[in-house]
């Protein structure tokens, strides 16, 4: 189904830029090679939406094919509510509601919606510095710690992300990881308004195959990793490589590359700055930033970086990460005092954020919602546990079920104690979610797991579990304020709740 017709609660409509330089129809549908039909009737378009309840006079409204309906079928909302011409494909042209309406028809519009809002906004990427980051995991990490380092040299910096999107300090909802493409573009054009000059922005999967960030230009372009998920969405990993990929077919003028993996290896080209969670291996090239060979930081919370084997210098953070956010901002010119300074006081919300009344253990709330990111956080923690990790922990409903008994069993092989529990069922029954979960533990963990539904009831089983020196780790849902239950959404907060529990068990 299109975005143009999604049923229920009514997206918010996003900002806009408040100077908008008219656009002439034959000048925008040479700009992205679609044909205009009745251009005699044409008016200059003002602004660009594919959601006809955010049409605004003057613009153009993008309808686009789905899969159980089609946007030209809501074109004459949009019409009615002021658009002047509409841009679709060959079917949706013909439409009895546009035989008097100019049409620019292109056989993939959506492909290039992104292109025809960036040529209505004035190409507002072109004028920022955006700098996108892709991967499975580390996203949104890495991008709270580029707008650190850039606040810490004294820039005006926008956010585009999962948890929130930000103008110069200024929080806006964000429901997409990556906004619709016109959205994104006024998006940019609001930010040069506003004197932002630097832009880190989340850059999903989903947003570079449905063409979310066509028309956008990238300063640098960073790839993290990859691990399995959202298999409900690609068909299978190669095809999920090769999205992730797109970021780096020549959009970004320079290209970061985390190369732990073979996934990484792949996206290497002769001038790509690489990064290794590993010291050197021999063959790396030049242009590599690594964890510094010479010493080990003296504590858990600092990285060593070394730029081309040559110089070493700390930056106090909580992720290894943080290697990729250097890289990027080293190339793009950012002042390695500020680099380090920015990182840290770097806090990236419900990505290992601590949860601290004065208790004798440790509780951290993360958004590990995938195999290898469990993995991850609870590898970390293990590390500095000085007594047992414990871990709640469930798994989204209406996603990729094939990752859930991976989950179950990435938890059980490395926690010492695992909860498992009710994430965002959705429109899925909860109990089957936890079975597919509990199928993955090996049998000789299975005396170390224990289920319980209630989320907030798992919690306070875990917390109250807790001994000196243990770690509890709530993992999944980080940042996020509800969950989702046959089609509610019932305020819940990890940290919260977590918050509530240690407080609980003290008094």
């Not at 000048?27 to 955010?54: C, F, M, N, Y």
């Not at 993939?108 to 507002?124: C, H, K, M, Q, S």
Request: proline letters at 6%; glycine letters at 8%; one cysteine or more.
């Amino acid at each position: 189904m299109p975005a143009n017709s999604l049923p229920g609660k009514v997206a918010t409509a996003p900002p806009r830029p408040s100077k908008i330089e008219p656009t002439a129809p034959e000048r925008l549908a040479a700009s992205i090679g679609a044909r205009l039909e009745r251009a005699d009737a044409a008016k200059p378009v003002t602004g660009v939406t594919l959601r006809a309840q955010h049409v605004q006079r003057g613009d153009l409204f993008a309808a686009l094919p789905g899969s159980r309906a089609h946007g030209a079928d809501f074109a004459h909302e949009a019409l009615r509510a002021g658009a002047v011409a509409v841009l679709t494909d060959p079917a949706g042209a013909e439409r009895e509601s546009l035989k008097d309406v100019p049409v620019l028809v292109h056989e993939d519009p959506r492909a290039v919606l992104g292109a025809a809002a960036a040529e209505v906004y004035g190409n507002p990427s072109q004028r920022l510095k955006v700098l996108g980051v892709t991967g499975t995991s580390g996203k949104t990490t890495t991008t709270y710690m580029l707008e650190a380092g850039l606040a810490a040299a004294g820039l005006r910096t926008g956010l585009v992300g999962g948890v929130e999107m930000r103008i110069a300090g200024r929080r806006i909802e964000s429901a997409l990881t990556t906004p619709e493409a016109p959205d994104l573009q006024a998006l940019f054009a609001v930010m040069l308004e506003q004197g932002v000059t630097h832009v880190p922005m989340e850059v999903s999967s989903h947003a570079l195959a449905l063409g979310r960030v066509g028309g956008t230009h990238y300063a640098a372009g960073a790839f993290t990793n990859l691990s399995q998920d959202h298999l409900d969405f690609h068909p299978d990993m190669e095809d999920y490589f090769r999205t992730k990929a797109k970021l780096f077919d020549g959009r970004a003028d320079v290209e970061v590359v985390c190369t732990d993996t073979p996934w990484g290896e792949r996206l290497i080209k002769p001038a790509t700055i690489t990064v290794s969670p590993r010291t050197r291996r021999r063959g790396r090239p030049a242009t590599s930033w690594s964890p510094a060979a010479a010493r080990r930081p003296s504590t858990p919370t600092a990285t060593a970086a070394s730029w081309r084997w040559r110089s070493c210098w700390p930056a106090r953070t909580t992720w290894p990460i943080s290697l990729t956010a250097i890289a990027m901002l080293d190339a793009i010119g950012i002042d390695e005092k500020a680099i380090v300074a920015g990182l840290a006081k770097v806090q990236v919300p419900g990505r290992m954020e601590r949860v601290d009344l004065g208790q004798d253990f440790t509780a951290v709330v993360d958004y590990s919602h995938k195999p290898a990111a469990v993995a991850l956080a609870l590898d970390a923690v293990r590390a500095r546990a000085d007594g047992r990790v414990i871990v709640v922990l469930g798994c989204g409903g209406d996603r990729d079920a094939a990752k859930r008994p991976l989950m179950g069993e990435a938890a059980a092989v490395r926690a010492d104690l695992t909860i498992v529990t009710d994430d965002n069922p959705r429109s899925e029954q909860a109990s089957d979610i936890r079975a597919q979960m509990l199928a993955g533990v090996p049998a000789d963990r299975r005396d170390t797991v224990v289920e319980i539904a209630d989320r907030r009831e798992a919690i306070r089983y875990a917390v109250g579990h807790a001994r000196t020196g243990d770690v509890v780790v709530v993992a999944g849902k980080g940042h996020e304020t509800g969950q989702e239950v046959a089609g509610v959404i019932h305020p819940f907060s990890d940290r919260d709740e977590l918050t509530a529990a240690i407080g609980e068990a003290a008094r």
